[in-house]
């Protein structure tokens, strides 16, 4: 259940693919570092499914969410979701939108993240 936003005179595609998994990896990584015997050790592991999580933990209960929180969950996904805008200038376009257009547009990825992709074999 792909949805498309006219941006910048552009028509943007926003669609859960496996593209969008990769993507998310890449800007969304988690570090872990550990004190094992006296040495450090650090890890870090994609965050793909916890970005997701944090972003859809945004609309439980109801809560009121500050618009930088909003924006930094929604940059995240919002962006891994599409491939025709560079990171900055999808970031420019959300910080650009007003308070409903923003709350209308996490409606919307937040759909897109719920919907089961399956295929038939």
Do not use: C
């Not at 618009?67 to 940059?75: D, I």
Request: hydrophobic content about 45%.
């Amino acid at each position: 259940m792909a949805f498309t936003k006219e941006i910048k005179g552009k028509t943007v595609i926003f669609a859960k693919s496996a593209k969008f998994f990769n993507v998310l990896n890449k800007i969304f990584t988690l570090s872990v570092e550990r004190d094992m015997d006296g040495q450090k050790m650090a890890m870090q592991m994609p965050g793909a499914d916890m970005a997701i999580e944090q972003f859809k933990g945004l609309f439980e209960a109801d809560k009121e969410v500050e618009r930088e929180t909003l924006e930094y969950h929604l940059g995240m996904v919002g962006y891994a979701l599409q491939f025709k805008m560079d990171r900055d200038e999808f970031f420019d376009w959300l910080a650009n939108l007003d308070n409903s257009d923003l709350v209308e547009f996490a409606k919307k990825v937040k759909e897109e993240l719920d919907t089961k992709k399956l295929i038939s074999l």
